[in-house]
């Protein structure tokens, strides 16, 4: 079969890459390792949790917050069968979804694993060990990541696990031990923490998040603690080991003191390693960096007819980066000259409250010598958030000292995730702090706390508070 | 207080600058008269110099075309500020202390206006130079009244000269006190108004035109929104190039598609899917458009005037350059150690030109209105091809000019013009010129005058042709002269014996020294 474009992986880069191409008039295929369409996003990555993190946010509200919104039932008793099977009726929905698009878009779907015959032939070999060949113009590498494994403890799956397993628990563990403070640690800690676990978090670094701007961290640290998560900031784990059903975790804090902690899951969620295993790239020449496959600015490797976007290249491994990297590329085989705007892809940690950020962190302000200036304003001042006993949190926007554009907007509070992509508007269109704030907000909203951190960065003139 | 920079008057008939670049930052502290900015004419590149020592605001990007009189940007007199400026910038402090509070304060409730502060200072207002031969203009409207505050660059009074009219700007901020009333007609530099300097009132605009309100000059001015971006990135076209009508001058997706209507533009690739894919297969169809430089516009637009306004037309010739060649080949090495310069073909030519100059003179001449100008020396302009366009420096004198003078004058305009270095003296006033399209490989072509010019001579390449002479068939090395003239003052014969004459020269270079 002669394709126009083959894009290997399914994940949100891949299949959104074969949908635009395919809108493009392009004779696309696509090719799936597993026998479900969306990558890791779909099926172990951001659906599942999200399904499971809302699940768990009903549960914590109905045991703990009902009572006070003047709701009083008994004490609710927890089905993790339940709640672990419904996450996965979303992710099937979802995925058959993914299937439904694919059809209507007339893209072929080959299952197998994709690997590279010659920079225009694609061999694809399905679980049954048949292989099959393709050949095709143009290639969109989008094979994404896989979690990164502890050098001196691999996964085993059972008790030392990875966020795929987390999303499958058959048992609500007594004492989950999460290694990473990062995006997927705090996620799925919370997850647990809010279901009757007890948590604890070991990071080496000593904030949390810590690629997000550091009054993010802080905040978060100060919410999952009232969850009841225990931290060890600035520890480095030194030692994992399996006992039976117990894992045995040994860290060093800075004071050179040892920790050891005893549970009976670890969850290793230190980071993510671009995923190229079985791919062939030996075969058409291009050498991975660090794992990752080197790109020029047009997303294209060494090789002249093959792209690689998501995961596998230099970038935050982010499913809405890959989508818009997917879009781009298709566009660019068109003829077409798209743009992305790396700043401004936002940043989410989907605890409760929510984490969202977009631009610079005040950090990175500090590190280029740029004069800014802030402007905060706490959820807890906000009528809305009261409403829903949501006051936890605070948006702070980051402004130029003498232009007052907005150079970064950063949220922990209730819909974080979703009031964010006003902050990726303004700073798309270059506005500043006051462009927003003379901007009407609807009341009452959480997003009138954008409005009022804004009028905080202009001059320091919120109204409410 | 800023003071403002704008763009100086760079010569008659230039009437707008292209910012090639800035030199300092926006932020930078400048000194005085240090360079801050390279400017870009039709005619020639020039540096802007700081004309107050303080730290620089831009207005204007890069690559942006700018009226002569607009501001360009401004500087600050900050603490580097010598003493004479630092006392001025003092003066509106005093009088409108919510300049300063409210500036950071942008869009805060507009402060209270400012009653006009008259500082004493009185501006008066003369008819300024507006080109040569014009000696006297008329006042036809007055477009503010006697005693209205008037502000720095607004337009006050409507002019009349014999070629056009034109708007007359303020050239200070304060009371306006009319001199010359409506139709009156008066000499250049007679005085038009007297303005009373005030401030106070410009306190207030400046309060109002703080980053975040201005229109005109926001940070965000030339801002692509993504999907204009997207559509200038196709049309291959900076958003420099762009004036944005979004709010604070930024770029929309409607400017974005009216820029250059390319049929091109892929409004909706969906349409166009069941031809494209051949596009993937290589053979790209890629149409790029890019603005004209001014430089480039001037060209075309002179260009096409000469050919509306002159009666144009070409006689051609050839020359035997055997004789030269002979002649610069037993010298050339001797030429070069004694002076140092390369013997080159220009030398010669420009020489016999100059002599057939001096026996036609209607050749060497120009048309000015009713009159004939009669020009009694040579200033040759020849035509150099630079990265920017063509551009033609003038050898003055060329007539009292040595062989290795004229040569070392050659090398020097045309390092000058390559460089971007030329001024505009440097290609102004020439009376002939001479362009060589040989060293591009052409056989023979019709130059097009160069005005006010009546003739210019083209030389071509050197091609061993057969010839007759003697009633023999020889090989010589031939190069096609070609004449264009202007017939309105240039007859046939005049033209014709003045190309003859020269191929004389050329073919018996003795005669260049004898003069016969």
Avoid at chain 2, 379 to 405: C, K, M, W, Y
Wanted: hydrophobic share 40%.
């Amino acid at each position: 079969m002669q394709y126009n474009v083959v894009v290997i992986g399914s994940g949100p880069g891949g299949y959104v890459a074969a949908i635009r191409c395919a809108q493009l008039g392009f004779k696309t295929a696509i090719i799936e390792k597993y026998n479900t369409l969306g990558g890791t996003c779909l099926n172990v990555g951001c659906i599942p949790s999200k399904a499971l993190l809302d699940s768990s946010e009903h549960f914590i509200n109905a045991k703990s917050h009902f009572k006070e919104h003047g709701i009083e039932i008994p004490d609710p008793r927890l089905n993790l069968v339940q709640m672990i099977k419904r996450k996965s009726d979303v992710v099937k929905s979802n995925v058959d979804g993914i299937a439904f698009l694919m059809k209507k878009n007339k893209i072929d779907v080959h299952t197998g694993v994709g690997s590279f015959v010659d920079k225009n032939t694609i061999k694809i070999t399905s679980s049954d060990g048949k292989e099959t060949s393709i050949t095709t113009d143009k290639v969109i590498v989008a094979t994404g990541s896989k979690p990164t494994p502890l050098p001196f403890a691999p996964f085993d799956k059972k008790r030392i696990i990875s966020s795929t397993e987390c999303l499958e628990l058959k048992e609500l563990p007594k004492h989950l031990i999460v290694i990473g403070g990062g995006v997927i640690g705090m996620e799925l800690g919370s997850v647990y923490a809010r279901i009757g676990s007890k948590v604890t978090v070991v990071e080496f670094l000593d904030s949390l998040i810590p690629t997000m701007d550091g009054t993010m961290g802080k905040e978060l640290l100060k919410v999952t603690k009232k969850l009841g998560m225990d931290f060890y900031l600035g520890h480095k784990v030194t030692s994992l080991e399996v006992k039976g059903d117990q894992v045995l975790l040994k860290a060093e804090g800075k004071d050179a003191k040892v920790l050891e902690l005893t549970g009976d899951y670890c969850l290793v969620s230190i980071g993510r390693r671009p995923y190229t295993d079985g791919l062939g790239l030996d075969k058409i020449g291009i050498q991975t960096v660090k794992g990752q496959i080197p790109v020029d600015d047009h997303l294209k490797t060494s090789v002249d007819n093959v792209y690689a976007i998501g995961d596998v290249v230099r970038g935050a491994m982010l499913a809405h980066k890959a989508e818009e990297e997917g879009v781009f590329v298709a566009e660019q085989m068109n003829g077409q000259k798209p743009h992305i705007n790396y700043l401004l892809i936002p940043g989410v940690v989907y605890t409760w409250p929510e984490v969202a950020s977009v631009g610079y962190t005040e950090e990175q302000l500090k590190t280029q010598g740029r004069a800014y200036k802030t402007g905060s304003f706490p959820y807890k001042a906000l009528g809305r958030a009261r409403a829903s006993m949501d006051t936890d949190g605070l948006v702070k926007v980051l402004a130029d000292k003498q232009t007052d554009e907005i150079l970064g907007m950063h949220i922990i509070g209730a819909r974080a995730a979703d009031m964010i992509a006003a902050g990726v508007t303004a700073m798309e269109f270059r506005a500043s702090a006051e462009d927003v704030a003379r901007m009407s907000h609807a009341h009452p909203t959480y997003m009138e706390a954008v409005k009022e951190a804004c009028l905080a960065a202009t001059a320091n003139r919120p109204i409410h508070i | 207080m800023a003071i403002q920079i704008k763009v100086p008057a760079v010569g008659e008939s230039i009437t707008e600058v292209t910012i090639a670049n800035w030199l300092k930052k926006d932020g930078d502290v400048v000194k005085l008269d240090e360079p801050i900015a390279e400017l870009e004419s039709d005619k020639a590149t020039f540096e802007l110099t700081a004309s107050s020592a303080g730290v620089l605001k831009i207005i204007k990007p890069e690559g942006s075309t700018v009226p002569i009189g607009e501001l360009l940007c401004e500087i600050e007199p900050g603490a580097t500020a010598s003493a004479p400026e630092a006392a001025k910038a003092s003066q509106p402090a005093a009088a409108p202390s919510a300049q300063t509070s409210s500036a950071p304060a942008a869009g805060q409730a507009p402060s209270a206006p400012v009653a006009p502060k008259a500082t004493g200072g009185v501006k008066e207002m003369k008819v300024p130079t507006v080109g040569e031969s014009i000696t006297e203009v008329t006042i036809s409207t007055w477009l503010k009244k006697d005693g209205d505050q008037v502000a720095l660059d607004e337009i006050i009074a409507e002019v009349e000269s014999d070629k056009a009219t034109f708007e007359l700007p303020a050239e200070a901020t304060g009371i306006l006190r009319i001199v010359a009333k409506e139709k009156e007609t008066l000499p250049i530099g007679g005085l038009i108004c007297k303005i009373e300097i005030t401030e106070g009132a410009t306190a207030a605009k400046q309060s109002q035109a703080s980053p975040a309100a201005s229109p005109d000059k926001s940070y965000a001015a030339g801002h692509p929104s993504p999907a204009a971006a997207k559509i200038l990135d196709e049309k291959g076209v900076p958003g420099s190039q762009v004036t944005g009508t979004g709010v604070g001058g930024r770029i929309t997706k409607d400017d974005a598609q009216k820029v250059q209507p390319a049929p091109a533009a892929k409004a909706d690739p969906k349409a166009q899917t069941p031809s494209t894919p051949p596009a993937i297969a290589g053979g790209g169809r890629n149409v790029r458009n890019e603005k004209m430089t001014s430089l480039r516009r001037t060209i075309a637009k002179r260009l096409v005037a000469v050919k509306n306004e002159t009666a144009m037309l070409t006689t051609f010739n050839e020359v035997d350059m055997k004789p030269v060649m002979d002649l610069r080949g037993r010298y050339k090495d001797k030429f070069k150690e004694k002076y140092g310069v390369g013997l080159g073909f220009m030398s010669f030519f420009t020489k016999a030109v100059c002599i057939g100059l001096k026996e036609f003179p209607a050749v060497n001449a120009s048309i000015n209105g009713d009159e004939i100008v009669y020009h009694d020396y040579c200033d040759v302009s020849i035509a150099v091809s630079t990265p920017r366009g063509l551009v033609v420096p003038v050898i003055r004198n060329a007539e009292s000019l040595t062989f290795d003078q004229i040569e070392s004058e050659v090398v020097r305009l045309a390092t000058r013009s390559r460089d971007g270095k030329l001024s505009i003296e440097e290609m102004t006033g020439g009376t002939f010129s001479i362009t060589n399209g040989g060293v591009f490989g052409s056989m023979l072509s019709t130059p097009i005058l160069n005005p006010p010019q009546s003739a210019i001579l083209g030389m071509h390449n050197i091609v061993e042709r057969p010839i007759a002479r003697n009633g023999e068939v020889v090989i010589r090395p031939i190069m096609y002269l070609a004449l264009s003239y202007d017939h309105r003052i240039v007859d046939g014969r005049e033209s014709v014996s003045f190309l003859v004459r020269v191929k004389e020269l050329l073919e018996d270079p003795g005669r260049l020294i004898l003069g016969v």
